[in-house]
């Protein structure tokens, strides 16, 4: 059974930074898009990173140059790290994963991914 579990959320100034991480388990498959996803109340879901299993990565506009997705050599656990994070960075960051062969991780809707953590909250004060 698939299993994500995200930490490391928390409060934060703006400016300041926060490395958040997933770690996954129960899957073997060497294909796979896993990523970062982020929610404000009211909202809808939308993406911030996603990295395949090639190793591409994909960023959301607004986060480009200051957050980045990586995995740890094992690729049991994801992380995100976020720099000169603002008030806008406030939300329920969540990891997911999908072991599907389409559409391409570039390409994928929040909708796309089957399996998702609890999340965990990120909170930016100005």
């Known amino acids: 059974q698939v299993q994500l579990v995200e930490s490391g959320g928390g409060s934060v100034q703006a400016g300041g930074s926060l490395r958040l991480s997933c770690a996954a388990s129960?899957?073997?498959?060497?294909?796979?898009?896993i990523g970062w996803f982020r929610q404000v109340p009211g909202k809808e879901r939308e993406g911030v990173a996603i990295?395949?299993?090639?190793?591409?990565?994909n960023y959301a506009d607004s986060v480009k140059g200051r957050f980045t997705i990586s995995q740890d050599n094992a690729k049991n656990n994801l992380y995100l790290q976020m720099n000169s994070l603002t008030p806008e960075d406030t939300a329920m960051f969540y990891c997911?994963?999908?072991?599907?062969?389409?559409?391409?991780?570039?390409?994928?809707?929040?909708?796309?991914?089957?399996?998702w953590g609890q999340g965990t909250q990120v909170t930016v004060s100005s």
């Open positions: 997911a994963a999908d072991f599907r062969r389409y559409p391409p991780c570039g390409r994928r809707h929040w909708t796309d991914f089957r399996y």
């Open positions: 990295i395949g299993a090639d190793g591409n990565t």
């Open positions: 129960g899957y073997t498959y060497s294909r796979y898009c």
